[in-house]
């Protein structure tokens, strides 16, 4: 009796010991962990944002706000190109930086890179990093963040002038900023046409680099 | 009694906790350090464990050329060791890799390669100047990250 059942035990056996590495296999991020994702200006191609995302839901950011900000990110559903909407939750609102320690950004802007913003056929704008201007509002709706003329609040400091751009990128990261991401080898570089801000033709230069970066 | 004893006990043990820990002041606070002559900038994080990371903005703007990158923003982790010191924290640091050194104008280069560095005693938020690699920097601890 035993015999008889044993194979039909063994193939189940080993079919349930291999569904964490299937799993593992169809994770659309698997590439992201331990791993740096840049995302550029869509058109001028300057850097704007690091992330390390990690597997337990959390995440450090930086780029055009000074410093690292500890995060974490909520998955929404799969999207009908494949990428999954993920939004970003900083847990910071930011810290209290002296003036004599905060961040310039001297000199001119070099000229644009024959790539990206050579075949737009344009002049690269002098922009925000994607999602982020300090000027505009944002909506989040179903996992899917808009922003420009029209969507949500502009990021105002207590007196309700603008914040400094920094200030304002936190501000709307801590808020909530939700991008499509996901499905991605280690080592690509792709161009994704969904970013939330009209700024940079609603692109993003986005790259999967190995490490910490 | 007891209940005296037993506070006595608890302040002495956390007394001799934050003794036995030489980076405990930096744990969940942001350690800035900005470069005299180029104006970048870098924020150093010590996590209890020894872990730590580290992230730059050089100013300058860099385009991404490639996977391997010439970031404007850079950053790194690794391990870390800490002794005090008379002259203050010795702090050893240990990437995790070995990448890229800094390219050219893409400073700061503090804390990026491995190496030890004594860091003078200075309160949170106290600002001081480090000379490293040639460069002049302005540092403080400050509260949060």
């Given at each position: 009796m035993l015999r008889h059942y044993l194979p039909s035990a063994l193939l189940l056996l080993s079919l349930f010991m291999h569904a964490p590495a299937q799993a593992q296999q169809s994770d659309p991020l698997a590439d992201y962990y331990g791993n740096t994702f840049v995302c550029a200006g869509?058109?001028?191609?300057?850097?704007a944002c690091h992330i390390w995302l990690e597997k337990d839901g959390s995440f450090v950011m930086f780029g055009g706000m000074q410093g690292g900000h500890h995060g974490h990110y909520q998955i929404g559903p799969q999207r009908s190109d494949g990428q999954l909407a993920l939004c970003f939750y900083l847990d910071t609102t930011g810290i209290d930086i002296p003036a004599e320690l905060e961040a310039q950004h001297p000199g001119a802007p070099m000229p644009p890179p024959s790539g990206a913003a050579a075949s737009a056929g344009q002049a690269p704008p002098a922009?925000?990093?994607?999602?982020?201007?300090?000027g505009m509002g944002c909506d989040t709706v179903d996992f899917r963040t808009t922003c420009g003329?029209?969507?949500?609040?502009?990021?105002?400091d207590a007196q309700g002038k603008p914040l400094p751009l920094a200030s304002a990128i936190i501000a709307r990261f801590h808020d909530g900023m939700c991008y499509p991401m996901g499905g991605q080898k280690l080592g690509e570089h792709w161009v994704e046409?969904?970013?939330?801000?009209?700024?940079?033709?609603?692109k993003d230069q986005a790259f999967l680099i190995p490490g910490h970066r | 009694m007891h209940t005296l004893t037993g506070l006595l006990m608890l302040t002495l043990t956390a007394a001799a906790a934050q003794a036995a820990d030489?980076?405990?002041?930096y744990y969940g606070n942001s350690l800035l350090c900005k470069a005299q002559s180029s104006g970048a900038v870098c924020d150093l994080w010590l996590e209890p464990g020894g872990r730590y990371a580290v992230f730059y903005d050089s100013g300058q703007k860099a385009y991404v050329k490639g996977v391997q990158g010439d970031f404007e923003n850079e950053g790194r982790t690794g391990s870390y060791t800490a002794q005090a010191t008379h002259a203050g924290l010795r702090l050893c640091l240990k990437p995790d890799a070995d990448t890229p050194?800094?390219?050219?104008?893409?400073?700061?280069?503090?804390?990026?390669?491995a190496g030890c560095l004594v860091l003078p005693h200075h309160a949170p938020g106290e600002l001081w100047t480090l000379s490293f690699g040639g460069e002049t920097y302005r540092l403080g601890l400050i509260n949060g990250r």
């Open positions: 869509g058109l001028d191609g300057d850097d922009g925000p990093p994607p999602g982020a201007g300090a003329p029209g969507h949500g609040k502009p990021a105002l046409t969904d970013d939330p801000s009209p700024s940079q033709g609603g | 030489p980076a405990a002041d050194p800094r390219p050219a104008g893409h400073s700061p280069a503090l804390f990026h390669e």
